[in-house]
């Protein structure tokens, strides 16, 4: 194949193609015929563009940026730390309704910042301590990540991430703290306060975290997050989302795709999970709760879940 004259497995800039003897035409033969694929401007990889597999599913959009990053940094050609919503990818963080058109770079210099097609190129402070290492790349920190996301982003997308970092111990809140301290006087450093003081990393999922907000704004009480509960033989029955305790207690469970996808047992189906959960719900009414579950179309609409779990609320010390 072509590709063997080429040094290294990719991504390959153009001139690097046509040393190996390809031309324009040439890539674009490649290209229908599924031996390229190109991750961003002027920069190519081995191997067709993803197609949907047996299972409907398609290769993730997280794993495509991580291609477009490699291949910005090789064209770029300067030293450039991965950050922002291209860090908060590169650390396996969950990330809620962030672009990832663009790849996030990081230069440690007081100007030279622009944003290009593919490329939003941000330039400021970088310590020894905002950088570490991630399949080879150089990536700012949990905390600096979720803080300069915080710094920049809406509030929500911004307590997605943090939540995620301090779910997955990729960071903890003193370490937040650290980072925030670090960024003062920069634009949007009041903001990414807020969001230090709100994240919490109980929340399992970004639905979890989105709902816990639209909570807080919507001024329902506060729940317990992740609480245990027991059935009737004392043995633990369940660990549920959301409960605000009450002679009648209310449990909110959260039904997102991470309950009956990536997180499922070994050998379990899909299908097995959501019968599972019905009896769990069962189980759950039998001892006198009151559940109320919601999906991602209700935190995109919330006035009928609000009006749900205000109804339960009220009833929960009657």
């Given at each position: ?37 190109r ?7 081995p ?8 299972g ?38 969950d ?37 570490t ?17 915080a ?6 997308q ?49 639905g ?68 599972e ?8 009414r ?23 779990l ?9």
């Amino acid at each position: 194949m072509f590709l063997d004259a080429v040094p290294g497995a990719g991504p390959f800039r153009r001139a690097d193609l046509h040393a190996a003897g390809l031309a324009d035409s040439g890539i674009a033969a490649a290209l229908r015929a599924g031996q390229l694929r190109r991750v961003c401007r002027g920069m190519y990889v081995p191997g067709p563009r993803p197609t949907a597999s047996g299972g409907g599913h398609v290769e993730r959009e997280p794993a495509r940026h991580l291609l477009a990053v490699r291949g910005v940094l090789a064209r770029l050609g300067v030293p450039a730390v991965v950050s922002h919503a291209s860090a908060a990818i590169a650390h396996g963080l969950d990330v809620w309704d962030l672009p990832l058109d663009l790849v996030h770079l990081t230069r440690d210099r007081p100007s030279g910042a622009r944003r290009g097609r593919d490329l939003h190129l941000h330039v400021g402070p970088l310590s020894a301590t905002d950088v570490t290492y991630v399949g080879g790349l150089a990536v700012t920190t949990p905390a600096r990540t979720a803080i300069d996301i915080a710094r920049e982003q809406p509030f929500a997308q911004a307590i997605v991430v943090a939540d995620a970092a301090l779910r997955a111990e990729h960071t903890d809140r003193a370490a937040l703290t650290e980072a925030l301290r670090a960024a003062a006087g920069r634009t949007g450093v009041g903001r990414a306060a807020r969001v230090v003081e709100f994240a919490d990393g109980r929340s399992a999922s970004p639905g979890e975290s989105r709902s816990r907000l639209l909570f807080h704004r919507s001024g329902l009480p506060e729940p317990v997050l992740q609480r245990e509960i027991a059935g009737r033989d004392g043995e633990r029955l369940a660990t549920v989302d959301f409960w605000w305790g009450g002679t009648r207690p209310v449990v909110g469970e959260f039904d997102g795709e991470i309950k009956y996808g990536r997180l499922l047992r070994p050998g379990q189906t899909p299908r097995q999970a959501v019968v599972e959960e019905k009896i769990r719900e069962d189980l759950l009414r039998e001892l006198g709760l009151e559940v109320v579950r919601w999906t991602w179309r209700d935190l995109d609409e919330p006035q009928h879940l609000l009006a749900r779990l205000r109804r339960r609320l009220a009833r929960r010390n009657s």
